[in-house]
């Protein structure tokens, strides 16, 4: 593992008085065999931290930060890594609250490696001796393609809950299968889950929706989100989704449930798109509770949606743009939309007319596993290749007239805005339309 190593690391290690350890994520992902693109690299040590930042300036690395109650120093160096180096430690928690309330420092790596969260993330690398150490047996955890926790699960997920979405996410980037007794513990204290910020669930959530991101594996996103929902922590953060695990839907169209659907969405929908495939048909447990069928989910969807990303304080614009996604999917699914209405629909989505073509593709693979083209994107796309054709405008900048030329013929400033947008739609029903002196004719007439 040496070679991968930052020289400035290996000069820190041979500087330090005592042995210097990388451990976590880089050492996992070294003995799994994934490639270490950019590693956060965790250092430990039994060492105190003033001998460690003494070593760490007589290398010219710079200290950023030091927290003498945790032991821990953040460094980086001159190319921009940064190192997290935490001295060995006990902690003890107030149940589910993710910080420590008591930490105790220690010599003992066992001691250190049990404070962690699972087996395979406490494998220790010396880098000045150039070996492993294994103090839990996290090696062939690595080996088996195990998520094993480091202390009874149930005493591991009691003390922070923020390890619930940590087990679902670190399952889903590293196609590593969580023991029953880990599926068992997070399960036993999924409603720690409600102790985390919101941010913080928000943030894991997100990882888990890209998790395929990490490594290239195409299940990751499924992986995780199916252990969200084993671990009954989807119920916890998502229940407007999770209400529709065995809600069934018509056999013609599904062949999955509401929730089982809603999880293969995203895993076959392209990033961009994945937070608005999850959450596509919310409003449909919504709507079967209330009124015994699904008619209107994508409106009250896009209403539930946004109260669900207002809570987990999910990006503005993020939600803005998954909210509309969610509301508008449903139009013209069953090919009965008159081309003219298609039409100003397509003019109408434009700014987001890809996103919502990714959505109905990842929607209609969903239902049956069917990877063919959306019916409704083919007959859409058909749609917008006849208004090219016509030279039919998709955008007020496409006009042949602009709010100059407005102004120009009488048209007060506060209408220029409605009246353009009026003359986008009457051109996109007929691309012939689009000529100067008949839309300004059109529009002396409007005034």
Not at 294 to 322: D, F, S
Not at 341 to 361: G, M, S, T
Request: with cysteine; charged share 30%.
């Amino acid at each position: 593992m040496k070679r991968y190593l930052p020289e400035n690391l290996i000069r820190l290690a041979g500087e330090c008085p005592f042995p210097l350890y990388v451990v976590g994520g880089s050492v996992r992902d070294f003995l799994a065999g994934f490639p270490l693109r950019s590693p956060d690299w965790d250092i430990c040590a039994a060492g105190r931290e003033e001998d460690f930042i003494a070593a760490a300036e007589k290398c010219g690395l710079a200290v950023k930060s030091v927290y003498r109650n945790t032991g821990t120093v953040k460094l980086r160096d001159e190319t921009g890594a940064e190192y997290e180096f935490t001295r060995f430690r006990s902690d003890k928690y107030v149940r589910g609250t993710h910080t420590p309330t008591e930490i105790t420092f220690t010599d003992d790596m066992g001691v250190d490696a049990r404070r962690r969260d699972f087996c395979a993330n406490a494998v220790y690398y010396d880098i000045k001796a150039e070996q492993f150490c294994d103090p839990l047996g996290g090696i062939e955890d690595i080996k088996r393609k195990t998520l094993r926790t480091v202390m009874p699960a149930r005493k591991v997920f009691g003390e922070d809950g923020l390890r619930l979405m940590r087990l679902a996410r670190q399952s889903a980037e590293l196609g590593f299968s969580p023991d029953e007794d880990a599926i068992k513990g997070a399960r036993e204290h999924r409603a720690l889950i409600r102790d985390i910020a919101p941010e913080r669930i928000y943030k894991e959530l997100d990882l888990i929706l890209h998790a395929d991101e990490k490594h290239g594996d195409r299940e990751a996103v499924y992986r995780g989100l199916k252990i969200l929902h084993r671990t009954g922590v989807l119920m916890e953060i998502l229940p407007e989704l999770a209400l529709g695990d065995g809600m069934k839907q018509r056999s013609d169209f599904h062949d999955h449930d509401v929730l089982e659907h809603s999880l293969r969405c995203a895993k076959y929908a392209s990033p961009r798109i994945r937070l608005a495939a999850l959450l596509h048909d919310v409003g449909k447990p919504f709507c079967m509770l209330r009124d015994g069928k699904y008619h209107l989910h994508a409106e009250e969807g896009g209403r539930i949606a946004a109260e669900i990303l207002t809570r987990l304080k999910a990006p503005k614009k993020l939600a803005e743009e998954t909210v509309r996604l969610v509301a508008l999917h449903m139009r013209d699914y069953d090919l009965n939309m008159k081309e003219s209405k298609v039409r100003l629909e397509i003019v109408n989505c434009y700014p987001f007319l890809e996103d919502l073509f990714a959505l109905r593709q990842a929607d209609f693979t969903a239902c049956k596993d069917d990877l063919s083209p959306a019916p409704s994107v083919v007959k859409w796309k058909a749609v917008i290749e006849q208004m090219k054709r016509e030279g039919a405008p998709f955008t007020v900048k496409e006009l042949k007239v602009n709010g100059n030329d407005l102004l120009g013929i009488g048209l007060a400033p506060e209408r220029v805005g409605t009246v353009l947008h009026e003359l986008l739609l009457y051109c996109a029903l007929d691309g012939s339309r689009n000529e100067r002196e008949g839309l300004l004719k059109r529009v002396r007439k409007m005034s």
